[in-house]
Each structure stands twice: as structure tokens, then as C-alpha cells.
């Protein structure tokens, strides 16, 4: 009996020194995890003040509590769950974690050496190089290395799905720097109790000091992530995330459906770089259309309040319009009708005449076709919105032309720079306006300012049963078949507009994801997508025969004539050759291939020399002669981003470099090339006029 009593006293005792214990380190961690915060929150607003304001405006759930471990370190609950983050050792854990994800490491790399879909072409510098580099590519599926699986000290980009209490992002940083490092947590409480737990300043710091770049995406959707990612992407380089080495902190739904989200539309960052050819060409087209005295756009308030209150129908060529054809022809002379591409045939097909006729694509072929496929009163009674890099011989073809900028073009930013000097004020720039013509055509619609937006056949994919435009379209003639292909390789499942999934061509399926983007934006918009095609996020699912528009008795032809009259101007350019800067492109193609001539005997000093045009080419983005930058930029992503691959792909150094070397002098070799190019051809015409893809 009395020894039961000994030992339960010697209980009470070892539960009173616990407690004791535990409340030290509670206060421990409370003072330090103050102190932390402040000087965190001193970080953000130094270097991301838009953080800062939400982390002052924060409002946490009345039961937050950040738990003190018995090695001293934070522990959470999430929200709704019932299991803390980490057990009585958080930050051994994370070190765990750390050497297990790195020893076996998770990267999203594209494989680029197997074959390319670079067909021969004797008259494109860039298709050219694109097929040595596929060539000098197949060669590095012959080396003996194996395949790099842990993660070197040294790496492009880090991608980091959730932060939790953050102890891995300290440690995982100890061991290993990034370019680029992109850290997503869409639970903001999460990161707002990482706050008390570890050192972001000195993380900030770190990034800064060694010139790297810090991406927070926090609160996010997995619908908005990708979205953010690929802006980035666009705005820095698809190199700055092309290579990325994967980290998963911890398991949830959300961040599973961030991953899914990521790897899901990867391949949409390796498209739309553009090229050399197509810049200079759009770039002649620009400054052609001018002298020509096309009609540009510079968007009017005025003209956009006039327009809100009127319907607009937005037709496109998918299959989906057949069963809306009636619909349109009921409505027509109560709405704004704007057909993309080839709809404008199939309309005059069935008798409905669209006020406006949209054209995007910029080669000799656009012209050559809507010769061929002009109805017989041809184009003079049509008005037609292209963009400036269109074909200039096509503007001649219509009763009138307005072009808005395509952007981000080397044409477009030419425009926009001198428009600026001449008449202080840019050219207005169509958001989101390509890769296809209907995306144009929508760009226009909410840019003149309709907000009554109506969408027919606006497919962005095929329905299962296999058809890929309308009944009506030039792509069932048989006289056109040879110069329509429809979009080939439709392997990627979207969600229907009503539930049935269609399939979509990687072009389709970065269409579709540019809608999303566009209709999201135009947040005083109401668009409605009729028709079973693809959903569009942020659109309103609508069938044909619930479409309804009130008879408002529209003159069509004084709308139209407003639109030209207040949204369009003819502009005047002079000392266009000064401005072009031939000599700053011969300077800026010298820098870059001295910085290709230095010597490198590692993968980080190979790295460096990428980094280094990488730097001089973005920089000429805001310089006083951005369209520099795209003259160059498509193809130095065409080079640089397998380039970079190849670096960190195989285990053995020397054999990489061997072939960096080789696939980097074939680089400097195009280099030249232009150089000696582009004072020839600045102002040359596309004379390419074979059977492609036509909306």
C-alpha cells in the first residue's frame, strides 16, 4: 500500500516537472515566435508589401493555437482536422524529409531529345536551326550517363507544394540554392502560423543576396495556380520553370490539386515562345500596315460606355454553331455580330451578313485564301479587325480594316513604343487575344466595351463523334480541303460545356485556357457559351433555344460606324529605319555571342553564361527598343530551355558538357545568322503561302 502511494506521488511528481518544463518552453517559443514575427512581417513589407497588407489584415479562427513540442518547435492543427502536421519533432522531421526528397529527387523536365516535329524548310532561318537542334539533340539519347536523380547543390528551379509550419524550406535551402523558387500553400492560415515559426526574413534575404527570385502563391485555387505560374513564365522565361525540382511538404486535397493542376497543363509552356521569322515578319507587316494607312485601335471611353447595353454574338466555326444557326438568324438584326475566321463564310452561307469579319493569322496563305473563298461580291462591302501583324495586302481586300495590337509581338511593341513618342499615348494592346482567331475575336468584343457577350461555336474541342467544325464550314468543301487542316492530335480531355467531355489539340486546349483567362478578367462582362464545347470558366453554360435578346430596333450600320469612328484612328510614322535601331541589334547580337565565347568547365559556370544572355535579352523589354527582345526571345527559349535541360539531366558532368557545348555553338552559329539577317529583311513580306491550320 504504501509503496502504490510512493509511486503515485513519484507520478504527480514527473507530471508537475513536465508541466513545469513544457510551460518554459512555451514561453520560450512565445517570445521568440513574437520577436520572429515582427522582423517577418518587417521583411515582407519590405520586399513583398502586398503580403504584408494581408498579413495585417489576417483574421485567424477563434481557435487558432500554434502547440509547443517537446523539442521546443511549433505544431498545428489545420482546420477541420483532427491530426497535427508533425509529431514531437518537427523540425527533425523536416530534415527527414528533406534528405528523402533530395537523395530521390522529383523532377518536371521535358525530355528533348528524342525526334521533333520540324518539318524541312529552305526559306525560315529558325526552322532551319530547329532541325540541326533536333539532329544535335538525338545524339544525347546516345550517351552512356545515367539519368541524374538526386538533387545538386546547385539547381534552375524549385517548386515547393505547401509550407505547413515551413521548417523544410530553411533546411532544404541550407543545402541547395534556386533561380527561381516558387512556394505555394493555399491554406493562408497555414502560412500565416509559419509566420511565428520560422526565419522567412532571413529566407528573403537569402534568395535576394544571391540573386535569385522568390514566388509566393498563397490562398490560391488549384484553378488559379497554374494561371499564376504560366504569367510568370511568360513574363520571365518558361527556362525560369521548365526544370523544376518537385517538393510535396504534406498531403491534402488541395495541394493534390495543385500538383494535378501543374502537370496537367505543363505543356502548355512549351508553346507560344514564336520565333525569329515570325517576329521580323510581323514586325514588316506592322510597319507596312502603317504606311498603308490602316486604321489602328486606341480604344474609347466614350465609345465603350455606348456599346455596353448592345448584344454582340461571337461566332466561331465549331460544330456546336449548326444547331444555333436558326437562333443567330432570328437575333440578327438585334445584335453586333462578330464572326472569327472561316464562321464568316459559313454565315453567308446561311444568309446572315456579320458586321464584322476577324483575321489573326499573319503568313501569304491568309491572303491567298480568302481570295480563293471570297463569297462572289468579294470583300469590298466588309469591315474587317485583324491585328497589326496581319498580311498587309489583306487589308486591301475590305471596305475597311482596324488592326489592334497582338502583343507580345516584336511588331506590336515597335507600335506601341513609336505611338508613344509621336502621340503620347500606345496603341491599345488586345488581352488575350490568340492563339486562334476566336480568341481575337472575343478580345475585341469586351475591348470595344459590349458587356452583353454571346458565344456560338466557340468549341475549343471536338465532341467524341469526331467533327471538328460546323457543317457549314469551307473545311467540308471539297475545292478547300488542301488548304484547311483541322488541328490534329485532339488527345486532351476537357470538360463539355454541359457535362460531356471533348477532346482538344494542345492549340485548342491553350485556347481554351486563354477564354478562362479573358472571361475571368472581364469581371462587368456577362458571356454566355452556347453549344457543347469545351466549358469556359467564368462563362455562363447556355443551350441555343435558351438563348433570348430583346428586340431593341439596332441600326447595325450606326453602331458600326461608331465603333470605327471613336475606337480607330490612322496613324503617321516618320524615321521609321531610326527607330527599328539596326545598329543596337547588330551591338546586341555581339554581346550575346561574347558571352557565348567565354569558357566554362562546370555545369554552374555553363548555367551562368545561359543566365547571362537570359538577363541581357529580358532587359531589353523596357529599353528603347523592346521589340529586341522579340526578335530574339522565341528562339533563345527554343535553344535555352533544352539547353538547360541537358545540363541537369544526366549524372556525368564532363559528357554533359561535351554536349552543351555542342548544341550551344549551334546556338551561336544562329546568332550569327540573324545578325547578318535581319538588316536585309526588317521590312520583307511572308511570302509562305502552303496549306496550314485556319480557324
Same mark, same amino acid.
Given at each position: 500500500?504504501?509503496?502504490?502511494?510512493?509511486?503515485?506521488?513519484?507520478?504527480?511528481?514527473?507530471?508537475?516537472?513536465?508541466?513545469?518544463?513544457?510551460?518554459?518552453?512555451?514561453?520560450?517559443?512565445?517570445?521568440?515566435?513574437?520577436?520572429?514575427?515582427?522582423?517577418?512581417?518587417?521583411?515582407?513589407?519590405?520586399?513583398?508589401?502586398?503580403?504584408?497588407?494581408?498579413?495585417?489584415?489576417?483574421?485567424?479562427?477563434?481557435?487558432?493555437?500554434?502547440?509547443?513540442?517537446?523539442?521546443?518547435?511549433?505544431?498545428?492543427?489545420?482546420?477541420?482536422?483532427?491530426?497535427?502536421?508533425?509529431?514531437?519533432?518537427?523540425?527533425?522531421?523536416?530534415?527527414?524529409?528533406?534528405?528523402?526528397?533530395?537523395?530521390?529527387?522529383?523532377?518536371?523536365?521535358?525530355?528533348?531529345?528524342?525526334?521533333?516535329?520540324?518539318?524541312?524548310?529552305?526559306?525560315?532561318?529558325?526552322?532551319?536551326?530547329?532541325?540541326?537542334?533536333?539532329?544535335?539533340?538525338?545524339?544525347?539519347?546516345?550517351?552512356?550517363?545515367?539519368?541524374?536523380?538526386?538533387?545538386?547543390?546547385?539547381?534552375?528551379?524549385?517548386?515547393?507544394?505547401?509550407?505547413?509550419?515551413?521548417?523544410?524550406?530553411?533546411?532544404?535551402?541550407?543545402?541547395?540554392?534556386?533561380?527561381?523558387?516558387?512556394?505555394?500553400?493555399?491554406?493562408?492560415?497555414?502560412?500565416?502560423?509559419?509566420?511565428?515559426?520560422?526565419?522567412?526574413?532571413?529566407?528573403?534575404?537569402?534568395?535576394?543576396?544571391?540573386?535569385?527570385?522568390?514566388?509566393?502563391?498563397?490562398?490560391?485555387?488549384?484553378?488559379?495556380?497554374?494561371?499564376?505560374?504560366?504569367?510568370?513564365?511568360?513574363?520571365?522565361?518558361?527556362?525560369?520553370?521548365?526544370?523544376?525540382?518537385?517538393?510535396?511538404?504534406?498531403?491534402?486535397?488541395?495541394?493534390?490539386?495543385?500538383?494535378?493542376?501543374?502537370?496537367?497543363?505543363?505543356?502548355?509552356?512549351?508553346?507560344?515562345?514564336?520565333?525569329?521569322?515570325?517576329?521580323?515578319?510581323?514586325?514588316?507587316?506592322?510597319?507596312?500596315?502603317?504606311?498603308?494607312?490602316?486604321?489602328?485601335?486606341?480604344?474609347?471611353?466614350?465609345?465603350?460606355?455606348?456599346?455596353?447595353?448592345?448584344?454582340?454574338?461571337?461566332?466561331?466555326?465549331?460544330?456546336?454553331?449548326?444547331?444555333?444557326?436558326?437562333?443567330?438568324?432570328?437575333?440578327?438584326?438585334?445584335?453586333?455580330?462578330?464572326?472569327?475566321?472561316?464562321?464568316?463564310?459559313?454565315?453567308?452561307?446561311?444568309?446572315?451578313?456579320?458586321?464584322?469579319?476577324?483575321?489573326?493569322?499573319?503568313?501569304?496563305?491568309?491572303?491567298?485564301?480568302?481570295?480563293?473563298? @471570297?463569297?462572289?461580291? =468579294?470583300? +469590298?462591302?466588309?469591315? $474587317?479587325?485583324? *491585328? /497589326?501583324?496581319? &498580311? #498587309?495586302?489583306?487589308?486591301?481586300?475590305?471596305?475597311?480594316?482596324?488592326?489592334?495590337?497582338?502583343?507580345?509581338?516584336?511588331?506590336?511593341?515597335?507600335?506601341?513604343?513609336?505611338?508613344?513618342?509621336?502621340?503620347?499615348?500606345?496603341?491599345?494592346?488586345?488581352?488575350?487575344?490568340?492563339?486562334?482567331?476566336?480568341?481575337?475575336?472575343?478580345?475585341? @468584343?469586351?475591348?470595344? =466595351?459590349? +458587356?452583353?457577350?454571346? $458565344?456560338?461555336? *466557340? /468549341?475549343?474541342? &471536338? #465532341?467524341?463523334?469526331?467533327?471538328?467544325?460546323?457543317?457549314?464550314?469551307?473545311?467540308?468543301?471539297?475545292?478547300?480541303?488542301?488548304?484547311?487542316?483541322?488541328?490534329?492530335?485532339?488527345?486532351?480531355?476537357?470538360?463539355?460545356?454541359?457535362?460531356?467531355?471533348?477532346?482538344?489539340?494542345?492549340?485548342?486546349?491553350?485556347?481554351?485556357?486563354?477564354?478562362?483567362?479573358?472571361?475571368?478578367?472581364?469581371?462587368?462582362?456577362?458571356?454566355?457559351?452556347?453549344?457543347?464545347?469545351?466549358?469556359?470558366?467564368?462563362?455562363?453554360?447556355?443551350?441555343?433555344?435558351?438563348?433570348?435578346?430583346?428586340?431593341?430596333?439596332?441600326?447595325?450600320?450606326?453602331?458600326?460606324?461608331?465603333?470605327?469612328?471613336?475606337?480607330?484612328?490612322?496613324?503617321?510614322?516618320?524615321?521609321?529605319?531610326?527607330?527599328?535601331?539596326?545598329?543596337?541589334?547588330?551591338?546586341?547580337?555581339?554581346?550575346?555571342?561574347?558571352?557565348?565565347?567565354?569558357?566554362?568547365?562546370?555545369?554552374?559556370?555553363?548555367?551562368?553564361?545561359?543566365?547571362?544572355?537570359?538577363?541581357?535579352?529580358?532587359?531589353?523589354?523596357?529599353?528603347?527598343?523592346?521589340?529586341?527582345?522579340?526578335?530574339?526571345?522565341?528562339?533563345?527559349?527554343?535553344?535555352?530551355?533544352?539547353?538547360?535541360?541537358?545540363?541537369?539531366?544526366?549524372?556525368?558532368?564532363?559528357?554533359?558538357?561535351?554536349?552543351?557545348?555542342?548544341?550551344?555553338?549551334?546556338?551561336?552559329?544562329?546568332?550569327?545568322?540573324?545578325?547578318?539577317?535581319?538588316?536585309?529583311?526588317?521590312?520583307?513580306?511572308?511570302?509562305?503561302?502552303?496549306?496550314?491550320?485556319?480557324?
Amino acid at each position: 500500500m504504501n509503496e502504490s502511494i510512493e509511486q503515485q506521488l513519484k507520478h504527480l511528481e514527473e507530471q508537475l516537472e513536465s508541466s513545469i518544463e513544457h510551460q518554459k518552453r512555451e514561453g520560450i517559443f512565445e517570445n521568440e515566435a513574437n520577436i520572429r514575427f515582427e522582423k517577418n512581417f518587417l521583411a515582407f513589407q519590405k520586399y513583398y508589401p502586398s503580403i504584408a497588407e494581408h498579413i495585417s489584415s489576417f483574421h485567424c479562427r477563434e481557435d487558432f493555437c500554434i502547440h509547443v513540442t517537446k523539442s521546443g518547435h511549433g505544431n498545428f492543427f489545420p482546420e477541420g482536422e483532427s491530426v497535427p502536421l508533425y509529431d514531437d519533432e518537427p523540425l527533425k522531421q523536416a530534415k527527414e524529409q528533406v534528405d528523402n526528397y533530395t537523395k530521390k529527387a522529383n523532377f518536371s523536365r521535358t525530355n528533348y531529345f528524342s525526334n521533333s516535329h520540324w518539318e524541312s524548310d529552305d526559306e525560315r532561318i529558325h526552322v532551319q536551326y530547329m532541325l540541326k537542334l533536333t539532329e544535335q539533340l538525338s545524339k544525347v539519347k546516345d550517351m552512356k550517363s545515367k539519368r541524374l536523380d538526386s538533387l545538386p547543390d546547385i539547381f534552375p528551379s524549385c517548386l515547393i507544394f505547401g509550407i505547413g509550419l515551413g521548417y523544410h524550406i530553411p533546411e532544404l535551402l541550407k543545402r541547395h540554392s534556386f533561380d527561381y523558387l516558387f512556394i505555394c500553400e493555399p491554406d493562408l492560415e497555414m502560412f500565416y502560423a509559419s509566420l511565428f515559426c520560422i526565419d522567412w526574413f532571413s529566407i528573403i534575404e537569402k534568395v535576394d543576396k544571391e540573386g535569385g527570385c522568390l514566388f509566393l502563391h498563397l490562398g490560391i485555387s488549384y484553378e488559379d495556380f497554374f494561371n499564376e505560374i504560366f504569367k510568370i513564365s511568360e513574363d520571365i522565361g518558361a527556362f525560369s520553370v521548365i526544370n523544376s525540382f518537385c517538393y510535396q511538404h504534406y498531403p491534402s486535397d488541395e495541394i493534390n490539386n495543385l500538383i494535378k493542376a501543374f502537370f496537367d497543363n505543363y505543356y502548355q509552356l512549351h508553346q507560344g515562345f514564336g520565333f525569329y521569322n515570325d517576329a521580323i515578319t510581323g514586325l514588316a507587316h506592322s510597319i507596312r500596315n502603317v504606311e498603308q494607312g490602316a486604321a489602328f485601335l486606341y480604344a474609347n471611353q466614350k465609345a465603350q460606355q455606348s456599346l455596353k447595353d448592345i448584344p454582340v454574338f461571337v461566332v466561331g466555326n465549331g460544330p456546336s454553331l449548326d444547331e444555333a444557326i436558326e437562333v443567330i438568324r432570328q437575333y440578327q438584326e438585334d445584335v453586333i455580330i462578330i464572326a472569327g475566321g472561316t464562321a464568316f463564310q459559313s454565315l453567308i452561307k446561311a444568309g446572315i451578313k456579320a458586321d464584322f469579319h476577324v483575321l489573326v493569322e499573319r503568313p501569304k496563305i491568309t491572303y491567298d485564301i480568302q481570295k480563293k473563298i @471570297a463569297p462572289e461580291s =468579294g470583300y +469590298k462591302d466588309v469591315n $474587317l479587325l485583324a *491585328v /497589326d501583324v496581319m &498580311y #498587309p495586302d489583306v487589308i486591301g481586300l475590305y471596305k475597311w480594316a482596324g488592326l489592334g495590337l497582338k502583343g507580345p509581338e516584336a511588331g506590336s511593341a515597335f507600335l506601341s513604343m513609336a505611338s508613344m513618342r509621336y502621340y503620347g499615348r500606345g496603341i491599345t494592346a488586345l488581352p488575350a487575344c490568340g492563339p486562334l482567331v476566336s480568341n481575337t475575336a472575343l478580345s475585341y @468584343a469586351i475591348t470595344m =466595351g459590349f +458587356k452583353q457577350i454571346y $458565344l456560338f461555336g *466557340v /468549341d475549343n474541342g &471536338y #465532341p467524341l463523334s469526331g467533327e471538328t467544325h460546323s457543317k457549314l464550314s469551307i473545311y467540308n468543301d471539297t475545292q478547300l480541303k488542301s488548304a484547311f487542316k483541322p488541328l490534329a492530335g485532339a488527345s486532351i480531355k476537357l470538360e463539355g460545356n454541359f457535362g460531356d467531355d471533348v477532346l482538344a489539340a494542345p492549340l485548342l486546349a491553350l485556347s481554351k485556357t486563354t477564354f478562362d483567362r479573358l472571361v475571368n478578367s472581364a469581371t462587368m462582362c456577362d458571356v454566355y457559351n452556347i453549344g457543347a464545347g469545351a466549358k469556359i470558366r467564368g462563362a455562363i453554360p447556355l443551350h441555343s433555344e435558351d438563348v433570348f435578346v430583346q428586340s431593341n430596333n439596332l441600326n447595325r450600320e450606326e453602331v458600326v460606324d461608331l465603333i470605327k469612328a471613336q475606337h480607330f484612328k490612322n496613324i503617321e510614322l516618320n524615321d521609321i529605319e531610326q527607330l527599328v535601331g539596326l545598329d543596337e541589334f547588330n551591338s546586341l547580337c555581339d554581346y550575346l555571342i561574347d558571352i557565348g565565347n567565354r569558357e566554362f568547365s562546370s555545369r554552374e559556370e555553363a548555367h551562368e553564361l545561359l543566365k547571362a544572355q537570359q538577363r541581357l535579352v529580358y532587359a531589353y523589354r523596357k529599353s528603347a527598343h523592346p521589340h529586341l527582345f522579340h526578335i530574339i526571345k522565341g528562339t533563345l527559349l527554343y535553344f535555352h530551355c533544352p539547353l538547360l535541360t541537358l545540363l541537369y539531366f544526366f549524372e556525368d558532368e564532363q559528357e554533359t558538357l561535351e554536349q552543351f557545348k555542342n548544341v550551344f555553338d549551334l546556338w551561336l552559329k544562329f546568332l550569327k545568322e540573324i545578325q547578318k539577317d535581319f538588316p536585309i529583311n526588317w521590312k520583307t513580306k511572308c511570302n509562305w503561302s502552303k496549306p496550314e491550320y485556319q480557324d
